[in-house]
Structure formats: structure tokens, C-alpha cells
């Protein structure tokens, strides 16, 4: 399994951000996309999750309502679309993917995710 994250740069608080995930070599749909974060001088935040079976999505709190997570067909990827961005959403974002297709809080947590793709820099300048 293989996993690229891309699209990060910087933009204008308030302004929009693009990520997408480019996942491969899973053999069946039963697993879940994550998005995490890491700002500097802070721990990996996992902020939204993707159930590539069903559909279904997770969001934090701190991105509820601003971001959305979903899947690209054409590209075969899934993206984090990113809305009303803030200073503080700058961070390093990492897609990463585990076994399982549930995404609730409780398995939002890096420990129940095998693979990770590099992670893309996000810088919100206000």
C-alpha cells in the first residue's frame, strides 16, 4: 500500500486549500482514509476520516464544519477539502490509512493506522 499526500502551500487566512491522497495497492474497500496534522511544536491531530466502503466521514471539532473529506473517482484519490482557513490550521497534514472501515474519535488515533503517506506543509498566513 502506498500513500501520497499533495497540494499544500500557502494561502490567505480565509482562503480555500485543496489536499488530495493518492492511495494504492489495497486490495479490497475495507479501509478508512485519515487526515492528521502536526503544527510545530505540537502533537499529530487527527482532524478527518473517510470511509472508502460506505462513504461515511469523521471530522474534529476544530475542523467540523470548515473541511471536508471525500473521495475523488477520476483520480482515485481522496481529498480534504479545506475552507475558512485559519493561522492556526498551518501545520504539516498527513493522509495515512488503517484496516477497517469505522471512523468515529475513539479510532481516529495514529496507533490504528498502518500506513502514512509524506506529509504536505500548510501555511495560513493572516
Known amino acids: 500500500v502506498q500513500l501520497q499526500a499533495f497540494g499544500g502551500g500557502l494561502v490567505q487566512a480565509g482562503e480555500s486549500q485543496r489536499l488530495s491522497c493518492a492511495a494504492s495497492g489495497f486490495t479490497d474497500d475495507d479501509y478508512a482514509i485519515g487526515w492528521f496534522r502536526q503544527a510545530p511544536g505540537k502533537g499529530r491531530e487527527g482532524i478527518a476520516c473517510f470511509d472508502s466502503r460506505d462513504g461515511n466521514t469523521w471530522y474534529a471539532d476544530s475542523v467540523q464544519g470548515r473541511f471536508t473529506v471525500g473521495s475523488d473517482n477520476t483520480e482515485k484519490s481522496v481529498y480534504l477539502q479545506m475552507n475558512s482557513l485559519k493561522p492556526e490550521d498551518t501545520a504539516v497534514y498527513y493522509c495515512?490509512?488503517?484496516?477497517?472501515?469505522?471512523?468515529?474519535?475513539?479510532?481516529?488515533?495514529?496507533?490504528?493506522?498502518?500506513?502514512w503517506g509524506q506529509g504536505t506543509l500548510v501555511t495560513v498566513s493572516s
Open positions: 495515512a490509512a488503517k484496516p477497517g472501515n469505522l471512523c468515529s474519535s475513539f479510532t481516529m488515533q495514529t496507533i490504528f493506522y498502518t500506513f
